[in-house]
């Protein structure tokens, strides 16, 4: 974790797990604005999509993006 952190971007972190309390602590540990947990794609029309740091503010999509101002981080989770 912290050397996916030790970066100036933050758009998108993936990784698989099938524990489901390290699903939750890994992903809200990522300092990114989406998580790909077991899914390799994880961007959708009706997702917001958006990153943090250099990767921007703010998301486009889903019913959160009129929210720009605000860190939301989305989570993916599949085969689980």
């Not at 952190?5 to 990784?15: C, E, I, R, V």
């Not at 890994?26 to 029309?45: F, P, Q, R, Y």
């Not at 959160?64 to 989570?75: N, Q, R």
């Amino acid at each position: 974790i912290d050397a996916a952190n030790d970066t100036p971007f933050g758009l998108a972190g993936y990784f698989y797990s099938s524990d489901i309390a390290r699903i939750f602590r890994v992903a809200e540990a990522l300092e990114v604005g989406m998580v790909g947990i077991n899914e390799g794609i994880i961007s959708t029309d009706c997702a917001p999509f958006g990153g943090v740091k250099e990767s921007g503010l703010g998301r486009e999509g889903g019913r959160t993006g009129i929210d720009e101002y605000l860190e939301t981080k989305y989570l993916c989770v599949g085969g689980v």
